[in-house]
């Protein structure tokens, strides 16, 4: 009976040994003997740089949907090589900021279905950015920031969301070209502020990437340069951005547009001038064949064979490539902002 009671007592250890580690794994546990594991979730609000599938996935919907078709996601190694509504071939920058948390992606995307989150929402976080979205303004039917916001404050009046989810926790609020507001930096500022009241920890905020930089604009000049009044749009879009959210304590204004135009228009010499990218403009996927073309459309876009020697993906988005090294080099701000010490490879 002695030896039974052991044995059982064995078990038992060995069965809390497995749920901690498995619980340690989510982000879910705060220490593991001399293992420190992070606990804080993440909170993603904005667009195509952050949606990991919230945008509409019905293929009637043509380009909007496009993210939901092949070629998008063919280089993630995680998956089989398969779409899931993200914009790019692999992953986008919420999962890249999710690695620097410790976490294996970004928190999965929010579905509005709280049927399925009966024990609450997943240890990592929620993200609710979607393509096309807009501080101040979005296309019929997307849903602005603000909006966003309201979903994760609804989580919270339904008790799905508590105060120990903000503890520590971290909101990244991520856009792109598809950022309508005028440059003045106002909407963002809301976002923040009530991300705050919400009792979110800390707040990342992108300001806009180079404009001019994108494929959309450099194909005038055959992808040799930038186009210098579309930089000029998002500096005053920046400047704006900055005198309203610098300083701000518990805020970072993540500077996204040095960071890209240092990758794809490296001043001669400099240490990044020979690294990485074949081509630096010229996106991997361009569109083709009949009028109205676009990736993901059949017989309506041309595929390069390397998307990892690319930047761009399409007209306006990284690659994994591209989002994975201007991630890199905004690791070591990221965590010190944060308070990390662990570095995490990716």
Request: charged share 25%.
């Amino acid at each position: 009976m002695k030896l039974f009671a052991a044995a059982c007592f064995v078990l038992l250890l060995n069965i809390a040994g497995r749920v901690a580690e498995a619980r340690a794994v989510a982000g879910d546990v705060a220490t593991s003997g001399a293992i420190t594991v992070r606990a804080h979730k993440l909170f993603v609000f904005g667009d195509d740089f952050a949606d990991n599938g919230n945008s509409a996935s019905d293929p009637g919907l043509g380009s909007v949907s496009r993210a939901w078709r092949y070629p998008f996601g063919k280089s993630e190694r995680s998956r089989p090589r398969k779409p899931t509504g993200r914009f790019s071939d692999g992953l986008v920058q919420s999962d890249f900021l999710a690695k620097i948390m410790g976490h294996s992606e970004s928190p999965p995307p929010y579905t509005g279905d709280s049927d399925n989150w009966d024990d609450g929402i997943d240890a990592s976080g929620m993200n609710f950015a979607v393509a096309e979205a807009g501080a101040l303004e979005a296309p019929s039917g997307v849903l602005k920031l603000r909006a966003q916001v309201q979903q994760l404050r609804d989580l919270v009046r339904d008790g799905l969301v508590d105060d120990r989810d903000f503890t520590d926790s971290v909101a990244l609020v991520a856009y792109s070209e598809s950022e309508r507001s005028g440059g003045e930096g106002g909407g963002r500022a809301g976002v923040v502020s009530q991300l705050q009241d919400l009792g979110v920890s800390k707040v990342i905020v992108n300001n806009v990437p180079p404009f001019g930089c994108s494929p959309w604009l450099a194909k005038a000049s055959n992808y040799s340069s930038c186009d210098d009044d579309g930089n000029v749009s998002s500096d005053e879009h920046n400047t704006a951005l900055r005198d309203r959210l610098g300083g701000e304590e518990g805020v970072m204004v993540l500077d996204v547009n040095s960071i890209i135009t240092n990758l794809v228009a490296p001043k001669e010499g400099s240490v990044l001038y020979e690294r990485q990218f074949a081509e630096r403009l010229r996106p991997c996927s361009e569109a083709a064949g009949e009028e109205g073309g676009y990736c993901g459309r059949d017989g309506g876009y041309s595929l390069c064979n390397r998307p990892e020697e690319y930047f761009f993906w399409d007209v306006v988005h990284p690659t994994h490539a591209g989002w994975r090294a201007v991630m890199q080099l905004l690791q070591g701000p990221i965590m010190a902002f944060l308070g990390i010490s662990d570095l995490e490879h990716f």
